[in-house]
T-cell receptor, first 113, second 112 residues
Framework: NAGVTQTPKFQVLKTGQSMTLQCAQD?????MSWYRQDPGMGLRLIHY???????DQGEVPNGYNVSRSTTEDFPLRLLSAAPSQTSVYFC????????????FGSGTQLSVL | DQQVKQNSPSLSVQEGRISILNCDYT??????FLWYKKYPAEGPTFLIS?????DKNEDGRFTVFLNKSAKHLSLHIVPSQPGDSAVYFC???????????FGTGTRLTIIP
């Protein structure tokens, strides 16, 4: 049982480049979300989705796009990377908004030079 | 503006003693509180939760206390073990809300 799978694990970008962080879950979870973790800031919600075709903004959505075309996948797109987006990114999913069962991926460490 | 604060970035405790981690929140509308634990190079994992209708919840060595009037919750770990060394995040929400807000985290180190 794979759970929540994030790829890549590490990525280095130059300012202005674009990329997509992939997130897939095999638990048939309706709810998926993206967080970033920064020192002293904890985990901050970027975007979330309560089901296929439905997305909404979290606390720090600027500079990021998401889409949810299937239940399984929830990619996070950086259209023009900035050094301020250097962070560790976590994808998480749950059956609903019962957050005791919020499962996280192992993270993507992104550096923007 | 941080809605959830963990004022101690780090904490060191002797093995076998009690570890107490604290968390303060600003919005009295929050009614659902959780603690997550995170090891290096892994995602956070759920540890324990409490709803606002309770002031205490226990699960083995872990107990969460909620003081609604002070907008404060704490996590007690007794006895502390080396495997408890990790970063602990508190998180808050409302029942039915689609957003879970995390605190800044406390790095707990258990000294053998």
């Amino acid at each position: 049982n794979a759970g929540v799978t994030q790829t890549p694990k590490f990525q280095v970008l130059k300012t202005g480049q674009s990329m997509t962080l992939q997130c897939a879950q095999d638990m048939n979870h309706e709810y998926m979300s993206w967080y970033r973790q920064d020192p002293g800031m904890g985990l901050r919600l970027i975007h979330y989705s309560v089901g296929a075709g439905i997305t909404d903004q979290g606390e720090v959505p600027n500079g990021y796009n998401v889409s949810r075309s299937t239940t399984e996948d929830f990619p996070l797109r950086l259209l023009s990377a900035a050094p301020s987006q250097t962070s560790v990114y976590f994808c998480a999913s749950s059956y609903g908004t019962g957050f005791e069962k919020l499962f996280f991926g192992s993270g993507t460490q992104l550096s923007v030079l | 503006d941080q809605q959830v604060k963990q004022n101690s970035p780090s904490l060191s405790v002797q093995e076998g003693r009690i570890s107490i981690l604290n968390c303060d929140y600003t919005n009295s509308m929050f009614d659902y509180f959780l603690w997550y634990k995170k090891y290096p190079a892994e995602g956070p994992t759920f540890l324990i939760s409490i709803s606002s209708i309770k002031d205490k919840n226990e699960d083995g060595r872990f107990t969460v206390f909620l003081n609604k009037s002070a907008k404060h919750l704490s996590l007690h770990i007794v006895p502390s073990q080396p495997g408890d060394s990790a970063v602990y995040f508190c998180a808050v929400s409302n029942f039915g809300n689609e957003k879970l807000t995390f605190g800044t985290g406390t790095r707990l180190t258990i000294i053998p």
